[in-house]
């Protein structure tokens, strides 16, 4: 079983819609936790932090569930540019090593 | 503008030719992080260091060397390229936390190809 789990999709949306992403994750110490987006053939970039109280950036909310070991992000009105793959991100601390692990992303198309 | 450089940005080279990424950070990072990820795949850890002198193998056992001989400067090396190697290969790091953990800052990759 992968560390982080998520629907590979792609989801495609029209303009204006909200759409959701889930993400599980197996380690039940992970410590902190985040939402990468990666544009096609370019490094991934920091989106949001995840926060237990659950957090919002502008049109992004994130949410944690430690309890079921979920994440999600909500995105609203979603816009062309938001066009990419979505990858969840969690750090553990194990046997000294504190390294995130990486989800292998949800794509995004936002159509016109 | 990039904080975290890595150089060549394309790199094509023939089996069994020696080759090093380069990938320099001007942030002061303790931190830093060789990943590797084929095209639509996910980011798999294969070296990290904490500081100077600090290097680690990650999850992905992987054929090539890293060196940490300053704080902002964390080459990757392999002896001798073959075709399996082929990949991009992405440099992060990243503050120091005490707990938990900062996120990191990614260079735009180097996408290697062995012929």
């Known amino acids: 079983r992968k560390e982080v789990e998520q629907d590979p999709g792609p989801f495609n949306v029209p303009e204006g819609a909200t759409v959701a992403f889930n993400c599980t994750y197996s380690?039940?110490?992970?410590?902190?936790f985040f939402w990468y987006r990666q544009d096609c053939r370019k490094e991934p970039k920091l989106l949001m932090s995840v926060y237990s109280s659950g957090n919002e950036d502008g049109r992004f909310t994130a949410q944690l569930n430690r309890a079921s070991q979920y994440i999600s992000l909500l995105i609203r009105d979603s816009k062309l540019s938001d066009s990419a793959t979505y990858l969840c991100v969690v750090g553990v601390m194990d046997t000294g090593r504190r390294a995130l692990t990486f989800g292998s992303g949800t794509r995004l198309q936002v159509q016109p | 503008e990039a904080d975290i450089y890595q150089t060549p940005r394309y790199l094509v080279i023939g089996t069994g030719k020696k080759i090093t990424l380069e990938c320099s950070q001007t942030?002061?990072?303790?931190?830093m992080y060789w990943y590797q990820q084929d095209p639509g795949m996910e980011l798999h850890l294969i070296h990290y260091s904490y500081g100077v002198n600090s290097t680690e193998k990650g999850d992905l056992s992987s054929e090539s060397t890293v060196s940490r001989i300053r704080t902002e400067h964390f080459p990757l090396t392999l002896e001798s390229a073959r075709p399996s190697h082929t990949s991009q290969y992405l440099c992060?790091?990243?503050?120091?936390?005490?707990?938990?953990?900062?996120?990191?800052?990614f260079g735009s990759g180097t996408r290697l190809t062995v012929v």
């Open positions: 992060a790091s990243s503050e120091n936390r005490d707990r938990g953990f900062y996120g990191y800052t």
């Open positions: 942030m002061g990072h303790d931190k």
């Open positions: 380690n039940s110490a992970s410590q902190s």
